[in-house]
C-alpha cells in the first residue's frame, strides 16, 4: 500500500491523482491546495471512477494529513505562459517553493519527493538546499518528459515502438538539454544506421524536443498528459524493489567536473530512493555540451534568492 501525497491540483497536479489511482499506483492519494475546493472537487471526481478502477482512496486535506506519506509529489507553482521560458518563472516559484517546504517536511519527513514545478532543476536544487531532507530522497522530474519526447520522435520516424528506442535527452530539462547521440541506439544499433532510408537531421530532433512544450502551451494553453505519465512511471519506479533507470534530476558532485548543481543523467531508483547516477561513456564534446547545461542553470540559481 502507497500513500502519496500531491500538493497542486492544477492541471498537472490533477491529472496525477488520476492516473496515479487509475494505474494502481498509490492506493492512499492525498491532495492538497490553497484552494480547498478545487481540491475537493478533483478528489470526488476522481473517487468516483473507483468502480472501474483499481481500488483506491483520495481525499482533499492539509499538510497533517501527509502524515505517512511514502512519495511527496511537489507540483505548485505559477504556471508557464505563452512565449515564457521555463527559467523566467525562476524567482516567483523558488519563493513557492520555500515557503511550502517547512509545512510538508514536517509532517512527512521519511517521504521521498519529487519535484515537477518549473524551472524543475531550480526548484529541485531550492528543496535540497532548504528541506533538511536527504539528497537520495529528492527527485527532479528532470528530463523524463523530455526523453519520452525524443523516443516518441525516433519511434515515428522509424516506425518502432519508443520504448525500444535506447536514447536519452539529459542536462538541463530547458533550452540547454541535448541528448548524447553517441549512445542512441535501435536494437543496439546507431540510430542512424536502423534505416538508411530515414533521414535523420539531429539538430532538428533536438530542437523539436525542447520546443514541443512551448507548442503545446501556444495551442492548448498547458501540457500535462505526457508530463503526468512521466511522474507516475517515476512514482511506480520508486516503489519497486529493484532499480530503474531513469534520467531524472539529482545533485552533481563532482561528476564531469561539475559541482553543485541539479540536473539529468540517468539514474538509479528504487526503493523510495535515488542510488546513483549511470554516468555515461559521454564524448568530449557531449560532455562539453553538459558543462554548458549546468552553467545556465548556475547562472539562473546565482540570480535568484534561496
Not at 127 to 135: A, D, H, T, V
Not at 156 to 161: E, K
Request: charged share 20%.
Amino acid at each position: 500500500m502507497n500513500k502519496i501525497t500531491v500538493i497542486g491540483t492544477g492541471a498537472v497536479g490533477s491529472t496525477i491523482a488520476y492516473t496515479l489511482a487509475t494505474q494502481g499506483i498509490a492506493t492512499d492519494i492525498l491532495l492538497i491546495d490553497i484552494a480547498t475546493e478545487k481540491a475537493e472537487g478533483e478528489a470526488l471526481d476522481i473517487l468516483q471512477a473507483a468502480t472501474y478502477s483499481h481500488p483506491f482512496n483520495i481525499k482533499a486535506g492539509s499538510y497533517e494529513d501527509a502524515v505517512g506519506s511514502d512519495i511527496v509529489v511537489l507540483t505548485s507553482g505559477v504556471a508557464r505562459k505563452p512565449g515564457q521560458s521555463r527559467l523566467d518563472l525562476a524567482q516567483i516559484n523558488v519563493n513557492i517553493t520555500k515557503s511550502i517546504i517547512p509545512q510538508i517536511t514536517k509532517y512527512a519527513p521519511d517521504a521521498t519527493y519529487v519535484i515537477v514545478s518549473n524551472p524543475v532543476d531550480v526548484l529541485t536544487y531550492t528543496f535540497m538546499k532548504c528541506s533538511g531532507i536527504p539528497e537520495n530522497k529528492i527527485i527532479g522530474s528532470g528530463t523524463s518528459l523530455d526523453t519520452s519526447r525524443l523516443c516518441t520522435t525516433l519511434g515515428g520516424m522509424y516506425n518502432v515502438n519508443p520504448a525500444d528506442v535506447n536514447a536519452y535527452t539529459i542536462g538541463e530539462h530547458g533550452d540547454s538539454s541535448f541528448t548524447p547521440w553517441s549512445l542512441a541506439n535501435i536494437a543496439g544499433m546507431p540510430v542512424e544506421d536502423f534505416n538508411k532510408d530515414v533521414t535523420l537531421n539531429k539538430d532538428e530532433v533536438e530542437t523539436f524536443v525542447r520546443k514541443s512544450g512551448g507548442e503545446v502551451i501556444r495551442k492548448k494553453g498547458a501540457t500535462f498528459y505526457a508530463v503526468c505519465v512521466s511522474v507516475c512511471h517515476i512514482c511506480k519506479a520508486l516503489a519497486n524493489s529493484t532499480d530503474t533507470i531513469l534520467p531524472v534530476g539529482t545533485m552533481f558532485h563532482g561528476e564531469y567536473g561539475i559541482d553543485d548543481v541539479c540536473m539529468s543523467l540517468p539514474t538509479r531508483i528504487g526503493n523510495m530512493t535515488a542510488n546513483g547516477k549511470v554516468l555515461l561513456p559521454l564524448t568530449d564534446e557531449e560532455i562539453e555540451k553538459l558543462k554548458n547545461s549546468a552553467n545556465a542553470l548556475k547562472e539562473v540559481i546565482n540570480g535568484v534568492e534561496i
